[in-house]
T-cell receptor, first 112, second 113 residues
Framework: EPEVTQTPSHQVTQMGQEVILRCVPISNHLYFYWYRQILGQKVEFLVSFYNNEISEKSEIFDDQFSVERPDGSNFTLKIRSTKLEDSAMYFC??????????FGEGSWLTVV | GESVGLHLPTLSVQEGDNSIINCAYSNSASDYFIWYKQESGKGPQFIIDIRSNMDKRQGQRVTVLLNKTVKHLSLQIAATQPGDSAVYFCAENIPNTGNQFYFGTGTSLTVIP
């Protein structure tokens, strides 16, 4: 299974602070995604990114969220002003032309 | 949004027995399905997938069955081992939704040694 590296593995931040989560996917994959999982709940789609722009986004992905691939390698998710309800595990994922999505190990965000 | 649901939230089996985990999906247009395994504190791990033009697919110790008539998906694990203990999710892909997947809430499988 292709490896997706995510950093940090765990971050604690104060409410209102900005957070950047990073992902290093396989470079020759086409689609990149962010999903999140609130503790005890199901995995939820946030956003898909294709050809250096957002392809689809969910209702969760509001103006507080942004994604970019600044250097053609790292894929980042930024939360501008974190809220308590943003506490969750955030998964980066990617896929090639075959549609199968592979997930990273996740970044656990705790907002206090 | 579309829903993907699991019939049993928890399942306990004896080591060596076969496990069957079920999933119902609601969108008849879904054309691709994946089963994931998630261990505590880790990301979803791909197990097996199946496309809607198939009704059965086998992997190593795992089999996925797809019944499009009743929109039902199942994962069969043969000779269940303690290492199989995890939460299992099914996920469906609906065409023309930007390749996003919709996940069910998961079934927790516990293997009793």
């Amino acid at each position: 299974e292709p490896e997706v590296t995510q950093t940090p593995s765990h971050q604690v931040t104060q409410m209102g602070q900005e957070v950047i989560l990073r992902c290093v996917p396989i470079s020759n994959h086409l689609y990149f995604y962010w999903y999140r999982q609130i503790l005890g709940q199901k995995v939820e789609f946030l956003v898909s990114f294709y050809n250096n722009e957002i392809s689809e986004k969910s209702e969760i992905f509001d103006d507080q969220f942004s994604v970019e691939r600044p250097d053609g390698s790292n894929f980042t998710l930024k939360i501008r002003s974190t809220k308590l309800e943003d506490s969750a595990m955030y998964f980066c994922a990617h896929t090639s032309a075959g549609n199968t999505i592979y997930f990273g190990e996740g970044s656990w965000l705790t907002v206090v | 949004g579309e829903s993907v649901g699991l019939h049993l939230p928890t399942l306990s089996v004896q080591e060596g027995d076969n496990s069957i985990i079920n999933c119902a999906y609601s969108n008849s247009a879904s054309d691709y399905f994946i089963w994931y395994k998630q261990e505590s504190g880790k990301g979803p791990q791909f197990i097996i997938d199946i496309r809607s033009n198939m009704d059965k697919r086998q992997g190593q110790r795992v089999t996925v069955l797809l019944n499009k008539t009743v929109k039902h998906l199942s994962l069969q694990i043969a000779a269940t081992q303690p290492g199989d203990s995890a939460v299992y999710f099914c996920a469906e892909n609906i065409p023309n939704t930007g390749n996003q997947f919709y996940f069910g809430t998961g079934t927790s499988l516990t293997v009793i040694p």
